[in-house]
């Protein structure tokens, strides 16, 4: 059975950081990455990392603030989030490929965590 479990979720002031980690069990994954929905919102593609570390995406909106990694050996994956602002606040959640096509990682993961809540105040 394929787990993905988020962790690192919370609340904090803008400006602060926080480090969400995603642990997966039941498989590897070629890509891990995040996803994030906002109240009201379409979920949207965050970020994600290949299996070996060379391919990486950001949305625009979180380059420059957020840095994806992964750590093999215990299946897991990392975005340290900083600078947060009001508007990254959202339920982020774990989602991982298969295969090493990115777009059809974007556009349909192969599996989906249960997701972890990110509120930052103003």
């Known amino acids: 059975q394929v787990h993905l479990v988020e962790s690192g979720g919370g609340l904090v002031q803008a400006g602060d950081s926080l480090r969400l980690s995603c642990t997966a069990s039941?498989?590897?994954?070629?890509?891990m990455g995040w996803f994030r929905q906002a109240p009201g919102k379409e979920r949207e593609f965050v970020s994600a990392i290949s299996w070996d570390s060379n391919t990486i995406h950001y949305q625009d909106s979180v380059k420059g603030r957020f840095t994806i990694s992964r750590d093999n050996a215990k299946n897991t994956v990392y975005l340290q989030m900083n600078s947060l602002q009001p508007e990254d606040t959202a339920v982020y959640y774990c989602?991982?490929?298969?295969?090493?096509?990115?777009?059809?990682?974007?556009?349909?993961?192969?599996?989906w965590g249960q997701g972890t809540q990110v509120t930052v105040s103003s």
């Open positions: 989602a991982v490929g298969i295969t090493p096509s990115y777009s059809e990682y974007v556009k349909r993961p192969a599996y």
């Open positions: 039941g498989g590897t994954f070629y890509r």
